[in-house]
């Protein structure tokens, strides 16, 4: 399966427009935003667990980066609430499910494979510090293959978004404008390497995920 497969094109979806699909595993359904391969694939998915529902022990080959974003997330290394940014590396297994039910915004085969680096960040528990004019940082993991921070835009703050290496973001809170479209929460998008895109902070201002710097080489399916 090929979805946003061309990576040297800029990607939309908004997510909170897009149907959910049933996975493998009875309550957990997806919302698919780009993905190469099949059911093992490289991907980017929001994916809803209802309450109660699970996924079989599995290992991660091409590793896992997920951020909550509704409920809880649990497995055997814990419970992560709404906020929690996690990577499990390449090799990396667990058993994943929730008793309340959540939402996650998930990447698979998406790391250095030679990665071991676990990361557990609660978002709740950390700071963001301002770094220009309406906007403020929160870093959550660089490894100088790639930055993953959370932002926040003040409201009507212009912030232009460009990144030599490609870039990406999920839109958590509030919106923006950009090209004449409207992003909302849920809304995600994908610039190609050396692009760029100027941004409008809505009203209530954005909260935002981003990504920089991993779209540097062309992507491909697991095992090519």
Not at 143 to 172: I, N
Request: proline residues 6%; charged residues 25%.
């Amino acid at each position: 399966m090929e979805l946003n497969a061309d990576f040297n094109k800029r990607a939309v979806v908004h997510s909170a427009d897009v149907a959910w699909v049933a996975s493998p595993m009875a309550g957990v359904d997806r919302r698919m935003l780009d993905r190469i391969g099949g059911e093992v694939a490289r991907a980017t998915t929001i994916v809803r667990y209802a309450p109660g529902s699970s996924f079989s022990s599995h290992v991660h080959t091409g590793g896992e980066e997920f951020l909550v974003l509704e409920g809880v997330f649990q497995d055997e290394h814990g419970d992560f609430p709404a906020g929690s940014y996690i990577r499990n590396p390449p090799q990396s297994s667990h058993t994943p499910g929730s008793e309340p039910g959540c939402t996650i915004f998930v990447k698979l085969w998406q790391f250095d494979l030679r990665d071991r680096t676990h990361v557990r960040v609660d978002t709740n528990k950390m700071r963001f510090s301002p770094t220009a004019d309406g906007v403020e940082v929160m870093p959550l993991f660089s490894d100088g293959r790639e930055d993953v921070v959370l932002e926040r835009w003040a409201p009507g703050t212009e912030v232009v978004l460009a990144e030599a290496g490609g870039l990406e973001l999920l839109v958590l809170e509030g919106g923006f404008s950009e090209e004449g479209e409207t992003f909302r929460p849920g809304s995600w998008l994908r610039l190609p390497k050396g692009s760029a895109a100027r941004a409008l902070a809505g009203a209530d201002g954005a909260k935002v995920w981003i990504k920089r710097g991993h779209l540097r080489e062309m992507p491909s399916a697991p095992g090519q």
